[in-house]
């Protein structure tokens, strides 16, 4: 069973625009959510993360939104770049638990 | 100068044979991960250990058998492979056991023929 769901398997933005990844879970009991970066060949970077106690978390361009009553995150990137074309990576966890669940991924094309 | 550094990178090997990954981290972590993504490009807990103790092992057939020498150090070792098994296995280290961000070595791409 799937908790973390990534439904939009590629998304394309234009370079300069905003990139909006989305991200849905099922496990309420989860309150710890993260977003990864990978690039081909090389394994998931960690980009940003956010509590269940946040709404949201800036980092520079990234930007994570948590709604907790809608089980629903999302990634903003302002602006986009190309060198950020990736596949990103939801990944949500509980308190109490040690791993990571992962959703499938979007590929994110970020064109000139 | 690699923080998660698995090998082998690549591996193709025949189905019946017996082979290990290695990991080894070092930002002096704790907790080590094994990781699963399949050809449906699920990432997927396998095991973890803290301090070279077992916390996590998920349904994963008893044909894998992880093993911690020390905590800086996580093999997989993987007897009589099946073709289902290929897949590309990551492993991964995290400061803490809980809600933390884990770091990930590059994978293994395990092709099984």
């Known amino acids: 069973d799937q908790q973390v769901k990534q439904n939009s398997p590629s998304l394309s933005v234009q370079e300069g625009r905003i990139s909006i990844l989305n991200c849905d879970y099922t496990?309420?009991?989860?309150?710890?959510f993260l977003w990864y970066k990978k690039y081909p060949a090389e394994g998931p970077t960690f980009l940003i993360s956010?509590?269940?106690?946040?709404d949201k978390n800036e980092d520079g361009r990234f930007t994570v939104f948590l709604n907790k009553s809608a089980k629903h995150l999302s990634l903003h990137i302002v602006p986009s770049q190309p060198g950020d074309s990736a596949v990103y990576f939801c990944?949500?966890?509980?308190?109490?638990?040690?791993?990571?669940?992962f959703g499938k991924g979007t590929s994110l094309l970020v064109t000139p | 100068d690699t923080a998660v550094s698995q090998t082998p990178k690549y591996l193709v090997t025949q189905m019946g044979n017996d082979k290990s990954i290695k990991c080894e981290q070092n930002?002096?972590?704790?907790?080590m991960y094994w990781y699963k993504q399949d050809s449906k490009k699920f990432l997927k807990i396998m095991f973890s250990?803290?301090?070279?103790?077992?916390?996590i092992n998920e349904t994963v057939p008893n044909r894998f058998s992880p093993k911690s020498p020390d905590k800086a150090h996580l093999n997989l070792h993987i007897n009589s492979l099946e073709l289902g098994d290929s897949a590309v296995y990551f492993c991964?280290?995290?400061?803490?056991?809980?809600?933390?961000?884990?770091?990930f070595g590059q994978g293994t791409r395990l092709t099984v023929v």
């Open positions: 991964a280290s995290s400061q803490l056991a809980g809600p933390t961000e884990a770091f």
């Open positions: 496990n309420s009991m989860f309150d710890y």
């Open positions: 956010i509590s269940s106690i946040k």
């Open positions: 990944a949500a966890s509980e308190d109490s638990g040690y791993a990571l669940n």
């Open positions: 930002l002096g972590h704790d907790t």
């Open positions: 250990y803290n301090n070279k103790e077992l916390i």
